[in-house]
């Protein structure tokens, strides 16, 4: 997800615990091949467009060591979806609890170096609405464009490095 959406993130460090907020966004192409019955296979582009917001903490154990946690909502939409000549708009909402470990380090000339070195999370609610734009709905493609974003899990990332100015 922050491949994708390249977060700004806001955070205030303390001795004990920090507190920070992440926002950002950001589309993703891919191609597949899709099949109509009138006109056979062929082969479509889609975008998805990715947005992230969270509230995040972090607890210090020690000089930089620290438990990374927070609450966050995840937005993905597929424009334009197209399935057997039918096409939806699809809109995929996650919450999610985050939480991780990592390090972070300030510095006198107000450098920051963070990594949290694994994170992961555990899905609270999701949320997906599918518009009908064109084209001949039926059972099947009403099912197949109400499961394309549910086969989405938590989101989670391994190596996630930070850099920043604090003053």
Same mark, same amino acid.
């Given at each position: &997800? ?9 955070? &205030? ?11 950002? %966004?950001? $589309? ?22 990715? %947005? ?22 995840? =937005? ?5 979806? *197209?399935? %057997? ?39 609270? %609610? ?6 009908? $734009? ?12 109400? =499961?394309?974003?549910?086969?989405? =899990? ?5 190596? *996630? ?7």
């Amino acid at each position: &997800m922050y491949a994708t959406t390249s977060p700004y993130v806001l955070e &205030m460090p303390g001795e004990v615990w920090g507190i920070g907020l992440t926002y950002g %966004s950001g $589309k993703y192409n891919y191609s597949y091949t899709d099949y109509n019955s009138s006109t056979g296979d062929s082969t479509k582009t889609q975008s998805i467009n990715f %947005s992230t917001m969270e509230v995040t903490g972090r607890y210090y154990i020690g000089n930089s060591f620290n438990i990374p946690f927070g609450y966050a909502i995840y =937005k993905i939409s597929y424009p334009d979806w *197209v399935y %057997s000549g039918v096409t939806y708009d699809i809109e995929y909402s996650i919450t999610q609890l985050n939480y991780g470990i990592g390090n972070e380090w300030t510095y006198d000339w107000g450098g920051y170096y963070g990594i949290d070195w694994y994170q992961t999370g555990s899905k609270l %609610s999701d949320k997906i609405t599918v518009k009908h $734009k064109s084209g001949t709905e039926t059972a099947a493609t009403l099912a197949e464009a109400n =499961k394309t974003p549910t086969d989405i =899990k938590a989101f989670a990332g391994i190596f *996630v490095v930070t850099f920043g100015f604090g003053f």
